[in-house]
């Protein structure tokens, strides 16, 4: 192994380490659970659908990978917990399950933001909360990764009131855990991605819905890929971010400067 290599495996590797990635069948989770493997962990993909957590599983098994399925609502207290206890403590835990939708608030129901909130926020928080207490109680300097929005923290689609909101309490949750647990060598951090296609249903009609992300010209390094999700969550799960906590990473090329 070349100095080079053997530097950038110091710092970014992630073998011998395990991630359970929630969300795991489909969009970014989906991505970052691959890569996260390509980096060397071993991953549990937890989804709701068992199909679909299978078929992440096998995919990156297929690559060479080591990864399991699970089978997991976030929003069942009870399936969350028994998905840690099943699992070893983990070193990682990407907090990736998400509920999307384009209703404007003023034709939304109770019940649908409710919905947003249960898996964008409670699921978020029955997650953490599992994995935070296991990784004290191993000693463990685990890392704790939310998939968040830039709507977050900025209105990209019309029809955004609720998913932008759900995921700006996401990321509140992390800046607090990250405060509250960084003596317990644990850092938490939140991934704002931008316009990546392929990760979203409503891509396709965002023209149609409206709003700054349906400009192309605020889009300055044009459209990311999946993949540029994926390495910056291998970022902050490796050696190379031991000193980053609290933190919210806007990749957007660019999106909220143009």
Known sequence: MTDVAAALGHAFGLAGKTA???GAGSGLAEIIAKTLAR?????????????????????????????????????DEAAVVALFEKHDVPDIVVLGAMMQGGVPAVDMSAEQWDAMYAVNARG?????????????AAKREGRIIALST???????????????????????????LAFEHAGD?????????????????????AVAAGGPGANPDRHLSGFGEQVDVGWLA???????ARYVTGQTFVIDGGFQVG
Do not use: Q, W
């Open 150 to 176: 830039i709507g977050s923290e900025h209105p990209v689609l019309r029809g955004n009131a609720a998913y932008g909101s759900s995921k700006a309490a996401l990321n509140a949750l992390c800046r607090n």
């Open 39 to 75: 980096a060397g962990a071993s991953v549990v993909a937890a989804h709701d659908d068992a199909a679909e957590a299978e078929r992440i599983a096998a995919a990156i098994r297929e690559a060479g990978g080591s990864a399991t399925a699970a089978a997991c609502d976030p929003t």
């Open 185 to 205: 060598g644990i850092r938490v951090n939140a991934i704002l991605p931008g316009a990546i296609p392929g990760t979203a249903p409503r891509m396709a009609g």
């Open 234 to 240: 291998v970022y902050l799960a490796g050696p190379a």
């Open 124 to 136: 978020a928080f029955l997650t953490a909360r599992e994995a935070i207490k296991r990784m004290i």
């Open 20 to 22: 359970i990635v929630t």
